[in-house]
């Protein structure tokens, strides 16, 4: 008994030993930030919807399992708030991969019957008039039926669902918030994506004066991540956040 014990420990050992450190957090210095402090043991930051990243790239070659651990402690908030704590994804160039990049809803496609032309705020799309528009829907442009476009990084922009309309001609034609930057010919094929989370979680907790451990093994991130950042934020202004213990290994 005493030695299947021991070879359990080893075993446990040998896996701590053989993980490899790619990111550790445990000074102001490894964030970009410049609302992070040193305590004693800790680090301390103020936290707020905007995320704080790290300051420098991981690079997250596929074939490898990566854990992303931390401990945070929110400290005395005006009401209750949350921090998320996890990685953002970017491409080999250093773009970042949103989540609704990735995310579509469907594989059908449509096609503008029109052109849109930067400064235009309405899309008209043919094909569409069957589509269910979800309330966190988002459009990228020059789709591919395969999805090979994936991660897509033109996101048209938000558009105003509850204004949606079929016209009589089966086109659909859809507001937006705000205007186009660039042209787009007609034709040009459209996939219906979701809106989604701001960066990928490892983690999330709402205790007060309490340290919370977040931990989260990933085989893989969203569709094109060559590289990450680790990342965390709160769901409040300038609340007052503790962090200790901040690492990515991989094995």
């Known amino acids: 008994m005493k030695k299947l014990l021991c070879l359990a420990l080893f ?14 957090g445990n000074t102001a210095g490894a964030w970009d930030s410049s609302k992070i402090t040193a305590g004693e043991g800790f680090l301390t930051a103020t936290a707020g919807y905007l995320p704080i990243r790290a300051k420098e790239f ?64 309405v899309m008209i799309l043919k094909d569409a008039e069957n589509w269910k528009f979800h309330h966190h829907c988002r459009f990228a442009m020059n789709a591919k039926a395969d999805r090979s476009d994936l991660p897509n990084l033109d996101i048209a922009p938000n558009p105003i669902i509850n204004e949606i309309t079929v016209n009589d001609d089966n086109t659909v034609e859809i507001p937006f918030k705000k205007a186009f930057t660039k042209d787009y010919p007609a034709g040009t094929v459209v996939r219906q994506h979701m809106g989604g989370n701001s960066f990928i979680y490892a983690g999330n907790g709402n205790k007060s004066n309490e340290w919370m451990s977040f931990s989260k093994t990933f085989s893989s991130f969203y569709t094109g991540t060559a590289q990450i950042k ?16 901040v690492k990515v290994t991989a094995e």
């Open 58 to 121: 991981i690079q997250v070659p596929r074939g490898k399992k990566y854990t992303v651990s931390g401990e945070f402690r929110i400290v005395n908030p005006v009401k209750p708030v949350s921090v998320y704590f996890g990685v953002t994804p970017y491409t080999t160039d250093g773009k970042e991969i949103p989540f609704v990049s990735v995310f579509a809803v469907s594989r059908a496609t449509a096609t503008l019957a029109k052109e849109i032309k930067a400064g235009d705020k």
């Open 230 to 245: 680790v990342t965390f934020n709160v769901t409040g202004p300038k609340v007052q956040v503790e962090l200790r213990n």
């Open 11 to 24: 075993s446990v050992m040998s896996l701590i030993t053989n993980a490899e450190v790619l990111f550790d």
